[in-house]
């Protein structure tokens, strides 16, 4: 497994959600990203996770609730890339993919688009 501090993968996570283009962030509403050490025990290879309402799914009725959320996994996500580049690049993927979530595209989609 690849080690890196948690201060590391924050960057890398901050680093890929400021490649978002800003017409794209100007329209993310109500959605917080995290950086947690490891998923869920029941989906131990996890690397990201979207919680929440997509944008696509509101309506008059989305109001006053919490913000969505994004996970991004550190532990699994170190396990699963053998170089530090190929963490840059898994993390910049996650977050993308956890984002299109948050727009409303289904992982089918995705990984018709490469963002599996």
């Given at each position: 497994?690849?080690?890196?501090?948690?201060?590391?993968?924050?960057?890398?996570?901050?680093?890929?959600?400021?490649?978002?283009?800003?017409?794209?962030?100007?329209?993310?509403?109500?959605?917080?990203?995290?950086?947690?050490?490891?998923?869920?025990?029941?989906?131990?290879?996890?690397?990201?996770?979207?919680e929440g309402?997509?944008?696509?799914?509101?309506?008059?009725?989305?109001?006053?609730?919490?913000?969505?959320?994004?996970?991004?996994?550190?532990?699994?996500?170190?396990?699963f890339c053998?170089?530090?580049?190929?963490v840059v690049?898994?993390?910049?993927?996650?977050?993308?993919?956890?984002?299109?979530?948050?727009?409303?595209?289904?992982?089918?989609?995705?990984?018709?688009?490469?963002?599996?």
């Amino acid at each position: 497994m690849l080690e890196m501090t948690r201060e590391a993968f924050e960057e890398l996570v901050s680093q890929a959600l400021d490649r978002i283009p800003p017409e794209l962030t100007r329209v993310m509403d109500n959605v917080a990203v995290f950086v947690e050490d490891e998923p869920p025990a029941d989906d131990p290879e996890l690397l990201g996770l979207y919680e929440g309402t997509p944008l696509t799914d509101r309506g008059e009725w989305y109001a006053g609730v919490l913000p969505d959320r994004i996970s991004i996994y550190m532990g699994p996500t170190l396990r699963f890339c053998e170089t530090q580049d190929d963490v840059v690049h898994e993390v910049a993927v996650t977050v993308i993919h956890e984002i299109a979530h948050h727009f409303g595209i289904d992982d089918e989609r995705l990984h018709e688009l490469g963002w599996g």
